[in-house]
């Protein structure tokens, strides 16, 4: 490889930037398979930066399957690279005659999802277990309402906020699962929270402006954000959620996740929650609570949402059905105060119309019939169970090597380490392990890996586990 380059005064860690230089290289085909990289002592010298700093980055592209390493021989872009990965989608590349807006300029390919390769265990964070949702009784509800369909049914929807049905059905279960405080004329069904988070982004920020962010926080979010030129503020997280001493006072919006803060998974408390609202009133800021995956909770009861709280602070929820039930379903919902609905509808219709009509008609009937409150209470024992075989095959493995982060909830659990090898070796014994580092906006302490445990069979967990303790 005629290697890369990196920047000393980026604000982008140095190992995050050797990381994205490797990555893109090998995703747009200037690093080919099979093909020899530079050793990390001698890009190290070359780019006189740390040997670590060179190593930490090799060792995540091998943990993510763009690199491997061979004994003896050195380190190699791997022969097999992970499957389905995007080829450069086209506003990457640059064209002559086509200049980017800023938006598109500030997209980089890290926003993607990278997949893993055939055959690895694979701790996935955003998935739930596929094999468990009742695909036959949603293909019944499918078919069923397909029969029953008017030709309305298939032409553009009267409103972009959503099948009335489902609205009012997510306005009674956010009520009563989550304490949040709604009409149904609140509710504007979206394509996932990813897209709520978008239309919030376009009707409320200005380039600019100052958004708060949870530090570590969810870098999908993060990246919208950044590419629609926000001032970012990272906000550190500590036992009792995100610490707000230090909120500026010119912040416009903070973006959070009460119930199980991604990535470390710790609840935000009471006082915590009473003292944003606070703060979000007298500094006149905009709360986005992203709920995403408060169903989940294995010991207690979830607090309440933050909405629920909030009075007349300003306070945007957003839920989605991509935990509980399956993501390719694409929607989610956004509860807003009433002065913003007419604005999200307008947002919603200029974005993508609306939501699909037969999927949301099917859903509203899945709610009403109680299904998905039966699938969240067995969703919920199956996880608990695959939680604590995670927690205990970590014990066995690590003991005090290990510290795990975070509360009894949610579909992921975040883990920091002593030994430095756990990428390296999870690699090389076909483990597919998240690392935290993608969701720092400031240097990351490394070392901090994101074990998703939703999708694996306790067996599968066990033995994941075993591999990267080097005893599998
Ligand atoms: C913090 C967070 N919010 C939201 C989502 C869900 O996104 P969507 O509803 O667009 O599928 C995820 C999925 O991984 C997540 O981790």
Redesign the pocket.
């Known amino acids: 490889m005629s290697f890369i380059t990196v920047s000393s005064r980026s604000a982008t860690p140095l190992r995050r930037q050797i990381y994205d230089e490797c990555r893109h290289g090998i995703l747009a085909g200037r690093f080919r398979p099979a093909e020899r990289v530079p050793s990390t002592r001698d890009l190290a010298v070359t780019l006189s930066v740390a040997r670590t700093t060179v190593a930490e980055a090799y060792d995540q592209l091998i943990a993510e399957g763009y690199l491997e390493a061979v004994r003896g021989s050195g380190t190699f872009v791997c022969s097999q690279l992970p499957q389905a990965i995007p080829p450069a989608p086209p506003q990457l590349a640059k064209h002559p005659l086509i200049r980017l807006s800023r938006y598109g300029a500030g997209l980089t390919q890290d926003v993607l999802r990278p997949s893993p390769p055939p055959g690895v265990i694979h701790f996935t ?2 998935t739930p277990d596929l094999r468990e949702f009742p695909f036959s009784l949603w293909r019944q509800l499918l078919t069923r309402h397909l029969r029953t369909a008017k030709t309305a049914t298939f032409d553009y929807a009267a409103d972009p906020a959503g099948d009335p049905a489902l609205r009012a059905q997510v306005a009674s279960y956010a009520a009563r699962i989550r304490g949040v405080s709604c009409s149904p004329e609140q509710v504007v069904i979206v394509n ?4 709520a988070l978008d239309l919030s982004v376009r009707v409320l920020l200005e380039r600019g402006d100052s958004v708060a962010f949870e530090n570590p926080g ?1 870098y ?1 979010a993060h990246r919208i954000f950044r590419a629609h030129g926000a001032r970012l503020q990272p906000l550190p997280v500590d036992a009792e959620g995100v610490v707000l001493r230090r909120l500026a006072a010119d912040t416009r919006m903070i973006y959070v ?1 009460p119930s199980h803060q ?1 990535p470390t998974g710790v609840a935000m408390s009471v006082a915590r929650r009473l003292e944003l609202i606070r703060m979000a009133r007298e500094r006149g800021t905009v709360i986005l609570e ?1 709920d ?1 995956s408060s169903e989940f909770r294995y010991s207690g009861a979830p607090l309440p949402s933050l909405q629920g709280l909030s009075n007349d602070a300003a306070v945007i929820y957003m839920g ?1 059905f ?1 935990k509980v039930m399956f ?1 390719a379903l694409r929607i ?1 919902y956004v509860i807003v105060p009433p002065q913003l609905i007419e604005t999200f509808r307008c947002a919603k219709w200029l974005a993508d119309r609306h939501a699909p009509g037969l999927e949301q008609a099917a859903l509203a009937e899945f709610m009403r019939e109680g299904h998905l409150d039966r699938h969240i209470r067995r969703m919920r024992r199956l996880y608990g169970q695959r939680r604590s075989a995670l927690l205990e095959a970590l014990e066995k493995n690590f003991g005090a090597r290990a510290t795990v982060l975070g509360d009894a909830a949610g579909m992921h659990v975040m883990v920091r380490f002593e030994d430095p090898a756990i990428a390296r070796r999870a690699a090389r014994n076909r483990v597919w392990l998240p690392s935290a580092d993608q969701n720092y906006l400031t240097n990351p302490p490394g070392n901090e890996f994101i074990f998703g445990f939703a999708a694996l069979t306790e067996r599968s967990i066990r033995e994941g586990i075993r591999r990267i303790a080097g005893s599998g």
């Open positions: 964070t955003g996932g929270s990813q897209q969810y999908a996740t991604f992203d995403y989605t991509s993501p989610g």
